[in-house]
């Protein structure tokens, strides 16, 4: 049976993500780290993530910032969707009202997630075009199915369904293995995959190349948070870059570049004493081919393979134990 890691819950009692995020216990981040829940005084959130907001005021002022933060001209947007640049400029600038066609048209070549399309709809008067269907809903049995099997069929490997919020939704039996020793309280529900990875009651203990594996995950949130403009995403960006486990961390990762490794691995000690052994993984993403759900817009499943043959052996070895 696949279970929820969060919840202990199986494939069909599985909170649907957007209820998961909603619920998040996370502190809020503030202007300064906090000293509370392994956070340092000392840093801060990053400045150049400050601006991201959700509450523009009109579509044309929201659609003018997705067109400048994917840089795109008003000339090569309005060639690319078919209309002229002066109508795309009274468009942003609130002197023309676009039609909801014209409105997901812009969207659509500015690679807006279905969530901010909607917020893009109603800033304009319209009504929201994409539902969010819980995961546990009839409708999407189907996809449930499909994502029980293949997170099943990854074992002894970790596999982990998460939302965009990086809340856990599903995993295998294969990735409990990840959880040892991990604070009670950071086991959710929901489970937080950056909290549980990088808070030093977490995971972090155990990492063995924890900057080289906190330069990875941060960066990947930044771009993130830059991409979807998600206030929630740079709250837990503002949140997680100041825990104490990270102090010695440098803020390269706050420049979004990436890191000249192939892949980077992640090495944790499992076990204790002479049972200790560093296993090494890397990851990859599947995510939903043109979703048309927010739900299976915002859903990608995490696949971690072993990173050399000593931690393939002594996985792959417990299918006999």
Request: hydrophobic residues 40%; charged residues 20%.
């Amino acid at each position: 049976m696949t279970w929820c890691a969060s919840t202990g819950r199986s494939a069909s009692q599985a909170p649907s993500p957007r209820s998961a995020a909603s619920t998040s216990p996370s502190t809020t981040a503030t202007a300064s780290c906090t000293a509370s829940s392994g956070s340092s005084p000392r840093r801060r959130p990053p400045p150049n993530l400050q601006h991201v907001s959700t509450s523009t005021a009109t579509v044309g002022a929201m659609l003018r910032d997705w067109r400048q933060d994917r840089r795109r001209s008003q000339m090569d947007l309005s060639i690319d969707v078919g209309v002229s640049t002066r109508h795309l400029s009274f468009v942003e600038t609130g002197k023309s009202r676009p039609s909801p066609e014209l409105v997901l048209a812009l969207a659509e070549h500015l690679d807006v997630p279905l969530r901010e399309r909607n917020a893009l709809l109603l800033a304009a008067g319209y009504a929201p075009r994409y539902r969010a269907t819980p995961l546990d809903d009839s409708a999407l049995a189907s996809v449930r199915l499909a994502l029980g099997e293949l997170i099943r069929a990854h074992d002894p490997y970790p596999a982990i369904v998460v939302d965009r919020g990086w809340n856990a939704v599903l995993a295998n039996n294969g990735a409990q293995g990840f959880l040892a020793g991990v604070a009670e309280e950071l086991l959710g529900p929901p489970l937080n995959i950056y909290r549980v990875t990088l808070h030093p009651d977490g995971m972090a203990s155990r990492i063995e190349n924890l900057d080289e594996w906190a330069h990875h995950l941060l960066s990947t949130l930044a771009r993130q948070v830059a991409v979807t403009r998600d206030a929630s995403l740079q709250s837990l960006l503002a949140e997680v870059s100041c825990y104490r486990s990270l102090a010695g961390l440098d803020g390269a990762w706050r420049t979004r570049s990436d890191t000249p490794a192939v892949i980077v691995p992640l090495r944790l000690r499992v076990g204790d004493g002479d049972d200790a052994m560093v296993q090494s993984w890397f990851s990859t993403n599947t995510s939903f081919g043109t979703p048309v759900d927010i739900t299976l817009d915002e859903l990608h499943v995490e696949l971690f393979h072993p990173a050399d043959e000593a931690t393939a052996a002594i996985v792959g070895g417990h299918l006999g134990s």
